[in-house]
């Protein structure tokens, strides 16, 4: 349009004198005065639950088109579930922006592969893909397997391909893995959960019987005190962390934070302790001190309900920093002597008086009589005055109708005693009476949304589903010797020791693995399965990556470039295998291993001689299926729209990948093909097994009628139907279950974890929403919050009580329903003792009871306690790694690595709305040291490790202080994990390039979280330089 | 018949009576800043809600990002560590809009429609109707509203006002992980913020108490601070008030301006009847054209 000058005269003078008018208020015409209209009237509304963290938040999301068959689903938006009973409609940063985590434009969308020493993706078909993967499996499987071993025992293991699964992704497709990658022989297996909480597993087990989170999220709304150490709850759990605010507004409870920094959780607590990283036994080996010497103990608790009474052999011994029975050749413990004294009967010898010098009671006494809380200030740097107020605080919670509860993450576990470090918390909630009780118990808050559901399915190294081991070549070459050792010994009389029940559980999976090929003849299928002989753990597998033994690694929605610890040999390591292949739903610092980003991943592509295929895979909001929370809550989400481009469901790309091995297998034969040709594969489509038909098989069903044994003429259960829970199972090869403990879970009556009744049966329990492993139960152990009288310890906390009859409340008991007070049964059923553990006799690696060792890389150049022995003597370290590591000489500095609310691990920076919240990668300082070292706010630093070096901004905060340990002064550096290259935040360093490849003693979890670093400044450029 | 979905208080630049005859309910949102944990979830779920994406910042040393409000962040949340009787505090507390009784904004746009004030308390503004001139920007005692370079527009936080008329509380309100957010009447607010604030006296907070500051009218976003006597310490004025400015154009300004244009009017129509219409000859009008 052309307006001449004299027009736009006319229009300016026409526009001006409107204005003016209007500025006084005399518009000549009314305008409207409309709000934006509501964007979701008509939208499709899908319920989901939130990908990221194990809080398992409910989501509404928000679809465009009406589901037609000519409209295209797209998510729209998405908002917290208000019917959820934990997250009431709220969301994290995270789940807030879960609407850019399926839109990201780092989203794979086709199948692709990078050629050996190539620079580039190449886009290719899904037959392609699937035809060149299975070629290379089937080459290397072939070459590789062991069929058995040097005694002759058929041990089918299948080394040199590795396989990481994921912690994120729904039950269905975890089990299916599971299912596929042990009729493989794939040994050298492991999950996210390895690297996050497998110490939980390793320490609550041996405690209480079990390794989950023992209590759940809205239940921490019925604590008098909430403990937060070894964890940042409001940082990493937020929406789940809203419990403990609660319990603060509602009851008046006290929220204690004790934490290298001060932290997210601190900023709303009544009180902040500061500690070193690294020196949680410590700390909490003088609380145990402190309540046995001040006498703050729920003593009929403990006489009742723990192994304080039991005699310990005479051979167990400690000193000079070293429990008794080490080997220093082999670096490892024999743990016989930690044992119990047993009397002719097998049964446990004990002494009701507590005066026996070798009762347990006596031993933890004298163990922890070092830990006086002048040793707690010399080695944690914790104000005296600080660390007496969180015992008080803590003793005062012995009494009966007082109860803490603890909130820890991956403080506690990243460590070389990661699993001690939750050890000396069970041993503190069992002298306080406060496991099993309402608003109290020890919850472990577990990282990935599924990774309780993936430990559950045992997608680890030397594990079967629902807590059974795989087989070990040596100690069960025969399925005979497998039962006969795996099933525990009842130690005491009238105990439940459900683990008695194991050969049921067994059969019932082996009759999932291998279907109407498991027999009796052929001890249901036992020679098929893989036998381990080591833990192929992350740490190993990574090893034998680098020794070269290792040809193949598959990974599944894991990040392991991001995350595991010293990043430069793990680059290394994948540099030298054959062939990788990583099935995501977006882009990963793994796939592209191969490609040069300057300092952050100086390599050469063209000398790197791996063949990466990429596999775009959906996301939760694009399948249906099963997670579990933390609280073990089993939760059914639905599937909102269809994946990106050519993009696939994880079933179907394993399925695809694994019929087209077998069809290679029939047609060609090969190495060890009868676990391959046997698997059970019963699903309509035989590319596809539907989530549906894979959970219906976790919760099992019966595959002949299932006589009751009291009345033979009745059915528990007929042929055909599902199971209704676990106590039907039989070892006859009449019930199939996957996982014993998801019975339950998929019954007759339906999908108990979709079940959304949130009615409140008191304390906050909702039984009827979804479904909680075992059998319904919310509250672990709660036959514990009653006296053995059966009566509630604290009538306002009543869960379950006795009503003459039999166990009952507002919770399912964990306990035999109809055994009543007096009959001698005790409140841990999942133990052979029936009691919990205050010494874990000898079912830990590295004690029966906690021990503080200082980290690998400590500040220190003693450990006071015992400066013989600094650190621990059960520490498995491979040589390489061990070279690696660095000595306060030059890194001078604690080291610690974590999370931040705003982002999960490694997907969220490429969220949009996540890397505008948090765009940068940063370290945080103290005042102090940034003076020291000239560093102002916002400057680029260099932070480096024996191993490595990242450059980050400077956060220069008061929440980090310099503290004195030793007589020494001690500083530490906080450093945020969740930057690489694979990004829309600004790019970054693996944070990871400067942690130590070592583990935990007893599960391998490295030790991201105390380590050696240096600090310098990096010197601006001057302008016009 | 109203136009739209809630009762108008107050439109800027307009004199036209607003009906008067309904009363809805008065909401407000309520900050306690003392649990929050400072997550953000409200920055990202604003964002997420409203369609807007601020650009990716940088790190300048702090948590704060972004580092501002911008047309892009219409709520972002403020970290301040605060050293009180040897106890180290992070006060952290969520920035935007507050929806003031009197709104200094409304008061002091030029342009009509622009900015709304609605009868339940929510202060909106209407981009199609801004002229972005910034008055509002001086306007504001809180420093919310941006101007954007972009399209030349002011933004703030609109409290959702497209949530609320449908019966839905604001998006940051539902997605607060720690209730640390609440919505709903002005009274109840006030309800909850009290017993708060006893609470917080009982753990040793003397001075807890509420933000709601009168030289504003009150506001329809109150915060509950433990430090209700120094609200400096988290960013917030100690007594805000409207710009003498607005006060000034409103109070003088106005009345001046509406006599001088009644003059020009006069004058105009003087000089119409005594000379005439004002005649361009077609030469002109043609060169103008050509040129």
Redesign the interface.
Known sequence: MQISRRQFFKISAAGLGYSSLAAVGMAPIAAQAEVRQFKLTGAREIRNICTYCSVGCGLLMYSLGTGSKNSKAEIIHIEGDPDHPVSRGALCPKGSGLLDFIHSPHRLKYPEVREAGSKEWTRISWHEAIERIARHMKADRDANIVARNADGVPVNRWLSTGVLTCSAASNETGILTQKIIRALGIVATDTQARICHAPTVAALGPSFGRGAMTNNWVDIKNADLVLVMGGNAAEAHPVGFRWAIEAMKQRGAKLVVVDPRFNRTASVADLYVPLRAGSDIVFLGGVINWLIANDRIQWEYVKAYTNARSIIGEGYGFEDGVFSGFDKEQGRYDRSSWNYELDEQGKIKTDPTLQHPRCVWNLLKAHYARYTPEVVNDLTGTPTEDFLTVCELLGETSAPNKVATVLYALGWTEHTVGTQNIRSMAIIQLLLGNIGMAGGGINALRGHANVQGITDIGLLSTNLPGYMSLPNEKNHPTFADYIAKVTPAPLRDGQLNYWSNTSRFFVSQMKWFWGDKATRDNDWGYDWLPKWDKLYDTLHLTELMQQGKVNGLIVQGFNPMGSFPDANRVVEAFSKLRYMVVIDPLATETASFWQNHGESNNVDSSKIMTEVFRLPSTCFAEEEGSTVNSGRWMQWHYKGAEPPAEAKADPEILAELFMALRDLYQQEGGSVPEPILNLSWPYNDPLSPSPVELTREMNGRALADVPDPKDPTKLLVKKGEQVPNFTVLRDDGSTLCAVWIYAGSWTEAGNMMARRDNTDTGLGNTPNWAFAWPANRRVLYNRASCDPDGKPWDPKRRIIAWNGERWGGGDVPDFKADAAPGSGMDPFIMTAEGQARLFAVDKLADGPLPEHYEPMESPLVTNPLHPNQITSPAVRIFPGDRERLGSRDNFPYVGTTYRLTEHFQFWTKQVRLNAIAQPEQFVEISEALAREKGIAQGDMVKVSSNRGFIRAKAVVTKRLKTLTVNQQTVHQIGIPLHWGWETLAKKGYLTNVLTPAVGDCNTQCPEYKAFLVNLEKIPTIAAGA | MA????D?ER?S????PVPGVRTPLEVAKLIDV????????C???C???NDI???????????D??IDLSPQ?WTVMRYA?V?EGG????L?RKDGCMHCADPGCVLSC????AI?Q?KNGIV?F?QE?C?GCGYCLTGCPFNIPRLSEEDGKVYKC?LC??????GQEP?CV???????LRFGSKEDMQVIAAE?IA?LQ??GFANAGLYDPPGVGGTHVMYVLHHADRPELYGLPQDPAISPLVELWKGLA?PL??AT?ALVGFASLFHYVTKGPNA?SKE??KE??A?
């Open positions: 136009l739209q979905s809630l108008i439109r630049a307009t004199t036209t003392t649990t929050c944990i400072g997550c953000k979830a920055q990202v779920s964002s997420e809600w994406r601020a650009p990716v910042g940088s790190n300048i040393g702090v948590y990002n972004p962040a560590e050293e106890r180290l505090q992070w952290i030029p342009a009509p429609d709304v609605f909106d209407h109707h002229t609109s006002s497209d949530r609320v008329a449908v998006s539902k997605t607060c992980p720690t209730g640390a708060r609470n009982q753990r106005k301006a509406i244009m361009v002109i009008e103008e054209e040129a």
